[in-house]
């Protein structure tokens, strides 16, 4: 059984289409719980809903929020091999990063590298990409680093959208397209067929 811990801040869309993808009941790709940088959020609901534990995180001690350094015990002892960002807006902290190096994945509503980096996320990204009047978006799943939106690109999904109207109709193009991409990344790393090689990511068939 392949586990893997979700981190989300919101609306936990990508959640339910990981939960849809992969029936919790059967043993192959498992959603051991779920991390948000708040105390409750519609994305909790779901993973309440599925029996999936969740837990808030701050960088400070707060009132029913745990410190990094709690989570990192607590994916440890739940023995996750993947962690997976999916809407979360908070930068990860170096030491996460350093104990799952390789082992976190974020989702970006656009083709990295264009339109990535700080304060770059949700809608601000549609818009960015709305006015430059780009002709095709999409999604991008890369590697998790200690720079917001850096590391290495797992898979790229790219959608037309040159007949747009407004921002909001190229975040619902582009979010059709993440919650085919991810579950489908997530399924590669299940089976191993993630790999590295002169530099460049490889799904394997
Ligand atoms: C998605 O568009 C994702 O690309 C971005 O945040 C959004 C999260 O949406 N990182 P949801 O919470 O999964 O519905």
Redesign the pocket.
Known sequence: MYKIAVF?S??????KSILDSFPQDENEVKVVCVVSDKIDCP?FETAHQNNIKTYSISNVNKEYYLVYSELISILDNLKVDLIVL??YLKKIPDELIEQYEKRIIN???ALLPSFGGKGM??SNVHKAVFEKSVQVSG?TIHFVDKIYDNGKIIAQQSVNIGNVNTPKDIAERV?KI?HQLLPFVIKKFSMNKVVERNNRVYLLN
């Open positions: 989300v919101g609306r936990g869309s990508n959640l994305a999916a809407g989702i970006h509503p996320y949700g999604a979010l993440e």
